[in-house]
């Protein structure tokens, strides 16, 4: 079962207007809350940190940084997924989106053992796939590329190329809250009411 888990920190959003990944959240920048909690789970942290220029704002952090290779630098998650997935050797790895805020280490170990004869573990949020806190086999790197080599670089194209098992939410809540996956930070709507949430993040 893979521990590694990739936490995609790709730069500044435009919905937002700011770089959800240093989001300042209880006296902290966003992501390393991240970092700690898969930390403490028993997970190795990546950070893929997107083009070179966005990766050396994350050095000197808790977890190693990545830059997405350069002959696909700024090509959005499936980059930084990419890259990621490179520096590891383990068989499969953890993808987690660093503007979910109670993304769950449990979770994630609960997938990755599910992951057996496919490229990709997905969860299901209601009837919607949930691709980045998800797990993925190495095995999928050449589709990964080819899929960057074309002219459509978003997740749910790449899914298509993926012998996928999908995961319905009746399944996963049995070990992880809904929050861990409902809970995005898309719009500043959502960055305002996290701020105003005082409950602490589940810890595994």
Partial sequence: ????????????????????????????????????????????????????????????????????????????????????????????GGVVAC???????KLLTWLAERGEGVHAVV???????QPLHAVYARSCLPLLKAQLEGPDHSVQAFLRRLKVLWVEEAEWRTVAEPACLAVHLNEPKDWNALRRDTAEPPRS
Avoid: C, N
């Fill in 1 to 92: 079962m893979g521990r590694t888990v990739v936490l995609l920190a790709g730069g500044r959003s435009q919905r937002m207007g700011a770089d959800k990944a240093l989001l300042p959240w209880r006296g902290k920048p966003l992501l390393w809350h991240l970092v700690e909690r898969f930390q403490e789970a028993g997970f190795f942290v990546l950070i893929a940190g997107g083009p070179w220029k966005w990766a050396k704002r994350l050095e000197g952090g808790p977890a190693p940084v990545v830059p997405d290779l350069p002959a696909h630098e700024g090509f959005g998650p499936l980059a930084g997924m990419e890259a990621g997935l490179l520096a590891t050797q383990e068989e499969r």
């Fill in 123 to 129: 969860p299901l949020l209601g009837s919607q796939p």
């Fill in 99 to 105: 503007d979910l805020p109670y993304a769950e280490p």
